[in-house]
Antibody, heavy 119, light 113 residues
Framework: EVQLVESGGGLVQPGGSLRLSCTAS????????MHWVRQAPGKGPVWVAR????????MHADSEMGRFDISRDNAKNTLYLQLNSLRAEDTAVYYC????????????WGQGTLVTVSS | DIVMTQSPDSLAVSLGERATINCKSS????????????LAWYQQRPGQPPKVLIY???TRESGVPDRFSGSGSATDFTLTISSLQAEDVAVYYC?????????FGPGTKVEIK
């Protein structure tokens, strides 16, 4: 089955860190650009970061101000998002998503992992 | 950054009737070199991730019912559901991918009247 499965979310205190993972199966992971998209409760999706197929090129949203870092391990079919200096406003469901044409839209999404930043 | 807006915020439509959702971008998302509009539409049901319905503004994703259609160009786009079904109750988002930093609209909630 073609799928993406996120993990690593949870409750973290302000200023803390988390590393999210997204494991791909059922398709050739190494061929695709991948993205992270987050969605705060009751709000619309917001793009977070993307990485090209071999991991040599990344881009992040300006709002993250260097706090987040996307990476991948194609040998493990896994995408990562390192979250540092977390703030309450980072509370959201974080989704990984596949980019079918390296164009910037998303044809396959995981179910998401919830990150809650609270003291 | 490209800002996406949508209208209306919500709409209630009777089963079998037409639903129309509008999306506007703060700058053109039409790439002149290939004449493609870098605009996608997603459906999000409660508790589910978004699902792509339309890309390149009017190309239907495989498996999406043909009652869903997309139209428009440059800065103004429309998603039409020609005959609303019960399973179409959801929030619908437009998304531009013209910019290297994609952005989504605020969403339109579709309900049954």
């Amino acid at each position: 089955e073609v799928q993406l499965v996120e993990s690593g979310g949870g409750l973290v205190q302000p200023g803390g860190s988390l590393r999210l993972s997204c494991t791909a199966s059922g398709f050739s992971f190494s061929r695709y650009w991948m993205h992270w998209v987050r969605q705060a409760p009751g709000k619309g999706p917001v793009w977070v970061a993307r990485i090209n197929s071999d991991g040599t090129g990344t881009m992040h949203a300006d709002s993250e101000m260097g706090r987040f870092d996307i990476s991948r391990d194609n040998a493990k079919n896994t995408l990562y998002l390192q979250l540092n200096s977390l703030r309450a406003e980072d509370t959201a469901v974080y989704y990984c998503a596949r980019d079918p044409l390296a164009a910037g839209y998303f044809d396959l999404w995981g179910q998401g992992t919830l990150v809650t930043v609270s003291s | 950054d490209i800002v996406m807006t949508q209208s209306p915020d919500s709409l209630a439509v009777s089963l079998g009737e037409r639903a129309t959702i509008n999306c506007k971008s703060s700058q053109s998302v039409l790439y002149s070199s290939n004449n493609k509009n870098y605009l996608a539409w997603y459906q999000q049901r409660p508790g589910q991730p978004p699902k792509v319905l339309i890309y390149w503004a009017s190309t239907r994703e495989s498996g999406v019912p043909d009652r869903f259609s997309g139209s428009g160009s440059a800065t103004d786009f429309t998603l039409t559901i020609s005959s609303l079904q019960a399973e179409d109750v959801a929030v619908y988002y437009c998304q531009q991918y013209y910019n290297t930093r994609p952005s989504f609209g605020p969403g339109t909630k579709v309900e049954i009247k």
